[in-house]
């Protein structure tokens, strides 16, 4: 990943209201009254009760709530993978659920990095295809795409995993593998749902490293849906959502890099 923080042609804005106010980076991605709801036999349950999100670059911004909360439906109808029954979805300026279907799946080719539970990798590929193929078909020539996938696996501590496939892989470092390849296309926005679960307490604390190395080092607005409260401590603001509504929605205590730089950093490889 080789994004920096907004240059010429992305001013920074003026604060709004709440939380993200009190921070200079700009605005990435800003929500307005996203309502859905699911119909189940004769019944419709809402998930989501008119909310109000917004994140910016450089930041992690964790959303945490119980099982049932809404949260991972708020994180895919932000990144265009969910169509809500009403409100609005701004992101890099763009209204993303106002573009029709091919232009808003090339929206989240060049511009979103996806990050599940499950990894969803491919058995048959190695690491370095698995990243390869994404770079590919966002346009790349083959040699760049490899040039940039191995580049993309070095940075999470896999350089001399290249070639190994999914089932050759522990859980941490198939998580790394799919953070690459969501790094390594440079994109300004980062969903990550529940990135961390499948994962024992040292590779998650890894995992959410690597996260926030993307917001701080390369400018990426990074929103991670968990349900653990040990990862607060990376974060550099937190929204609790419960029964589809945003209970509570504050800034870190203090910088998230302060808080994790005095965690020992974990070793990457053979993790």
């Given at each position: 990943?080789?994004?920096?923080?907004?240059?010429?042609?992305?001013?920074?804005?003026?604060?709004?209201?709440?939380?993200?106010?009190?921070?200079?980076?700009p605005?990435?991605?800003?929500?307005h009254?996203?309502?859905?709801?699911?119909?189940t036999?004769?019944?419709?349950?809402?998930?989501?009760?008119?909310?109000?999100?917004d994140?910016?670059?450089?930041?992690?911004?964790?959303?945490?709530?119980?099982?049932?909360?809404g949260?991972?439906?708020l994180?895919a109808?932000?990144?265009?993978?969910?169509?809500?029954?009403?409100?609005?979805?701004?992101?890099l300026?763009?209204?993303?659920?106002?573009?029709?279907?091919?232009?808003?799946d090339?929206?989240?080719?060049d511009?979103?990095?996806?990050?599940?539970?499950?990894?969803?990798?491919?058995?048959?590929?190695?690491?370095?295809?698995?990243?390869?193929?994404?770079?590919k078909?966002q346009?790349?020539?083959?040699s760049?795409?490899?040039?940039?996938?191995?580049?993309?696996?070095?940075?999470?501590?896999?350089g001399?995993?290249?070639?190994?496939?999914?089932?050759?892989?522990?859980?941490?470092?198939?998580?790394?593998?799919?953070?690459?390849?969501?790094l390594?296309k440079?994109?300004?926005?980062v969903?990550?749902?529940?990135?961390?679960?499948?994962?024992?307490?040292?590779n998650?604390?890894i995992?959410?490293?690597l996260?926030?190395?993307?917001?701080?080092q390369?400018?990426?607005?990074?929103?991670c849906?968990?349900?653990d409260?040990?990862?607060?401590?990376?974060?550099?603001?937190?929204?609790?959502?419960?029964?589809?509504?945003?209970?509570?929605?504050?800034?870190?205590?203090?910088?998230?890099?302060?808080a994790a730089?005095?965690?020992?950093?974990?070793a990457?490889?053979?993790?």
């Amino acid at each position: 990943m080789r994004l920096g923080p907004a240059g010429p042609g992305h001013p920074e804005e003026e604060p709004t209201c709440g939380p993200a106010a009190m921070s200079a980076n700009p605005t990435a991605i800003e929500a307005h009254g996203v309502y859905k709801r699911f119909k189940t036999g004769r019944t419709h349950i809402e998930v989501l009760k008119r909310v109000d999100f917004d994140a910016r670059h450089g930041e992690v911004t964790m959303v945490m709530g119980p099982s049932g909360s809404g949260k991972s439906t708020l994180v895919a109808a932000l990144s265009g993978l969910l169509k809500p029954d009403e409100g609005q979805v701004r992101a890099l300026d763009t209204d993303i659920w106002g573009l029709r279907s091919g232009k808003l799946d090339r929206f989240r080719l060049d511009h979103c990095g996806f990050i599940f539970q499950g990894f969803n990798l491919f058995s048959a590929l190695t690491a370095l295809q698995q990243v390869e193929i994404i770079l590919k078909h966002q346009g790349h020539s083959k040699s760049v795409a490899r040039e940039k996938a191995a580049l993309a696996l070095d940075e999470v501590g896999l350089g001399k995993r290249l070639h190994q496939r999914p089932a050759e892989l522990s859980g941490g470092e198939k998580q790394r593998v799919a953070i690459a390849r969501a790094l390594a296309k440079d994109p300004r926005l980062v969903f990550a749902d529940e990135p961390t679960s499948a994962l024992d307490g040292e590779n998650g604390q890894i995992v959410i490293r690597l996260l926030q190395r993307a917001a701080k080092q390369h400018g990426a607005a990074v929103i991670c849906v968990t349900h653990d409260p040990r990862l607060e401590a990376y974060a550099d603001r937190i929204i609790h959502l419960e029964d589809g509504q945003i209970l509570e929605d504050r800034r870190a205590a203090e910088p998230a890099q302060s808080a994790a730089d005095r965690r020992p950093e974990p070793a990457l490889l053979g993790a």
